[in-house]
């Protein structure tokens, strides 16, 4: 796909390349500890996409030799058992990541689970401690999806400082904490939202557009001004008449190619990134732990 379209932003194979790396690390870092990184993912209920994610990030930790400790509970598991889940891992020598799989069934609180997790084992980078080190520049675990994009936009030298960026979304797990990272790279940021008046005209002005909002084909070609670099966190499922379903993004991706800079796929953008971004938080997280960095 990078082949026919010369101007992707190309997070498969960046994702790639961190792996490769992340293994060499962790081969080195178990033969000074005595034993591997260790990710523990939890995972309630049946959720079909949510076993999906799972899989694969279980199956990324198996290729760079980190310890998988997957816990996948029935749905009617109970709020109490899970904090004491969280508190047995966060006790756990084994364990240097812990990550909750949203989403969760409705009759849990997926904020309190968050707090309840140890911050220097918050591989997701979501608890209130790490964002609130995100929002005063200083170091701590940082949330995949936005780290990946960061990651992503440097892999290609694109230029943030003093640019106009655009993020259309303003979740605690995408929109917000990239903001915070775009600010720190000197960008001017700009959050649009659903209650955003006229959210066309805010795009249109945006050297960098990012749209993380789970709706397809939010962001149309009258939305992005020529030679934008367009970054599409959105996945969604769509299925088509004949039966087959697909994954798009928020981002008409053939109207809006030929008019952007740059523009990532989906899939193969940003879900590969933040999959690689998990991996490396929990080897950090490990070093940090050993008092190796």
């Known amino acids: 796909m990078a082949d026919s379209f010369p101007n992707l932003l190309d997070g498969k194979a960046l994702a ?13 870092l178990q033969t000074r500890v005595g034993r591997p ?25 198996e290729q760079v030799g980190i310890a998988s400790f997957g816990h996948h509970l029935p749905t009617e ?49 979501l608890h209130p401690e790490n964002l609130g080190r995100l929002v005063r520049s200083e170091p701590g675990l940082r949330s995949c999806t936005p780290a990946g994009v960061m990651r992503l936009l440097q892999k290609y030298n694109i230029e943030l400082r003093g640019k106009e960026a655009v993020v259309i979304g303003r979740s605690i797990l995408v929109g917000k ?14 959050i649009a939202h659903s209650r ?23 962001v149309t070609a009258g939305m992005v001004k020529a030679g934008a670099v367009v970054v599409d966190v959105g996945i969604n499922r769509v299925v088509e008449a004949t039966g087959k ?34 991996l490396d938080n929990t080897v950090c997280s490990f070093q940090q732990r050993n008092g190796l960095k």
Not at 258 to 277: D, Q, S
């Open 77 to 125: 598991t109970t709020q109490a058992e899970l904090v004491a889940l969280i508190n047995q891992l966060n006790q756990d020598p084994r364990v240097d990541g812990i990550l909750v799989q949203l989403p969760l069934p409705n009759h849990l609180d997926a904020c309190a689970l968050l707090y309840a997790i140890d911050p220097t084992k918050d591989a997701d980078g």
């Open 37 to 61: 990184p260790g990710l523990a993912v939890l995972m309630v209920g049946d959720n079909p996409a949510s076993a999906a994610y799972v899989r694969n990030k279980e199956r990324a930790c």
């Open 245 to 278: 379903s697909r994954l798009v993004g928020d981002v008409d991706f053939a109207a809006v190619q030929p008019i952007a800079g740059y523009i990532t796929p989906v899939p193969g953008g940003i879900g590969p990134m933040t999959v690689a971004m998990l």
């Open 16 to 28: 790639q390349e961190i792996q490769a790396d992340l293994t060499l690390q962790v081969q080195a």
């Open 196 to 218: 955003s008046t006229d959210l066309a005209e805010i795009a249109r002005r945006a050297d960098i557009l990012i749209a993380a909002v789970g709706k397809p084909g939010l």
């Open 177 to 190: 904490p990239l903001a915070m990272m775009l600010l720190e790279a000197d960008a001017t940021v700009t």
